[in-house]
């Protein structure tokens, strides 16, 4: 569990604070989607999870740990992984299995358990086979994958992802996605920072920051369906979900927490069936709406 | 998979050709890490005191190893290419500036080459290339993973002067990491410009130094943010100072123990001679 109370942040004491969140708790297996304009504070915010960053006031646990205590540093950034927006920058090895290796290796854990946590990580990324590769060798994808192997082989409890899918093809973009959905259904919690709201849609939870401050926290479907709401803050809302908002801005009666395709289909479906009806059975067209 | 030159045309030439591992299972691959660094360091020392008949019998012994290591000698030449140009004018310096006392091959006024001159010349320059040859064998039977690790544990009695060889190790590492990553940067940097109508290849030197100028500044940038980037990764990675643990610690096998042995005759009786 990672819990923040009363959490202020600034850069320097005399500046205002990029951050406030007043508390917030994340759980284990839970997928949480963080969203908001750039520079509301979603990158400062995640730092805390891993004592990157420490409260000006306030603080952050993660468990029973207080982020604020060095001798908790090593514990809290096994426990809470972290993956950057640039897959490049986080790989430190001259091959895939030694980059897995590092992690596991600055647990000072003996070599064995560290081959073994390396082919067991590789393997739950799809990886294996690769482990003598130089990791330039790889794709974006494929890098972003092994840093998430890196992770896997700390045997971690939360995983935080800075826009992990930013640079990547739609592909291994949908292949990083799906490993997410996995890792989460294992009990892993997934905090996922992203500008796209169809990523958003697949969380359990959906976290808006805007100018430092929690701006609303909910479901998906309560959430990314306020279009306009999300249009102000400078985000763009997902296709379906301005679809459905257009129509009803035509003056249609739609549900208002559409959030999938299918439903989006059923509802659409259903209105023509109401249309078809209300014209006699003939098909809707903008002539026969008008009569 | 692709072959690797295919996928990475850096490699077919160039100074990335200097001395890159060569996959093989040999008994030169499996030593230990340390015992080779440490042969390469003795083996320097006394081809930089060798003289023409022991110089002769080191390239034989170089030439063995690098057999047994089954590496072709056509890889192990092509290692020295990238720095024939240096040896060429390293043997002119010693053909030129060696004082002509006796016999002269040559006598015009203020050039004189001697005999001598060429014999010196031909020696140092025999000694630096046989040099380059054994730190490749180093390189080509030993990957920059085993390189660092060997380091890493000579380096640990530094730790009394409070030098941690954990760090130097991960700085040679990463190093070494970047190389490839830096190199494809540069690529993309130099054809931005040339599609916006740099040139690097003609023209006069003036001009082609300020276009190189023109890669240096936004590659060094790019290492900067590399840098700060990679930090924040390594800590979110738990690295610290300190104790830490590899994959494949290097094992102290029988070879090793033989290689050793030998080197400790070979010292004493350079020393005792």
Known sequence: MIRIQDLMFAYEKHLPPVLQIPDLIIKEGEYTALIGPNGCGKTTLIRHFNALLLPSAGGVWIDDLNTREARNLVEIRRRVGMIFQNPDNQIVGMSVEEDVAFGPGNLGLPSAEVGRRVKEALAMVGLTGLETQPPYTLSGGQKQLLALAGLLAMDPKFIILDEPTSSLDPAARQKVLSLLQNLRQQGIGIVHITHDMDEASRADRVLVLDQGKLAADGSPAAILTRVEWLKALGLAPTQVTELMWKLRQRGETMATNILALDEAVNEISGLLERLRASSNGGLPGKAGRSV | ?273
């Open chain 2, 1 to 273: 998979m692709l072959p690797v030159t295919a996928a990475f045309p850096e490699r077919r030439g160039g100074v990335y050709n200097l001395g890159v591992y060569v996959h093989r299972s040999s008994p030169v691959h499996r030593l230990d890490p340390r015992v080779k660094i440490i042969a390469v360091i003795v083996f320097s020392i006394i081809i930089l005191q060798a003289d023409v008949i022991s110089l002769l019998a080191a390239t034989g012994l170089a030439l063995a190893i690098s057999g047994l290591a089954r590496i072709p000698v056509r890889t192990l030449l092509a290692a020295l290419h990238p720095v024939l140009p240096f040896f060429f004018f390293l043997f002119l310096m010693y053909v030129f500036f060696t004082p002509a006392a006796g016999k002269r091959l040559l006598d015009w006024g203020v050039i004189q080459i001697g005999y001598q001159g060429v014999a010196v010349g031909l020696l140092q320059t025999g000694r630096f290339i046989l040099l380059v040859i054994i730190a490749s064998i180093l390189t080509m039977t030993t990957s920059s993973s085993e390189i660092t690790i060997g380091l890493e544990r000579l380096l640990r009695p530094l730790k009394i002067i409070r030098i941690s060889s954990h760090d130097i190790a991960l700085m040679v590492a990463l190093a070494l990491r970047f190389i490839p990553t830096l190199l494809q940067e540069m690529n993309s940097i130099k054809e931005a410009q040339l599609a916006r109508g740099a040139n690097f290849k003609t023209g006069a030197i003036r001009g082609r130094m300020r276009a190189a100028m023109h890669l240096i500044e936004p590659l060094t940038l790019s290492i900067f943010r590399h840098c700060d980037e990679l930090v924040d990764a390594m800590e979110a990675r738990g690295y610290r100072q300190g104790e830490r643990t590899y994959l494949r610690e290097p094992v102290f096998s029988r070879a090793d123990y033989c290689v050793t042995g030998i080197m400790i005759i070979i010292v004493i009786t350079m020393l005792v001679w």
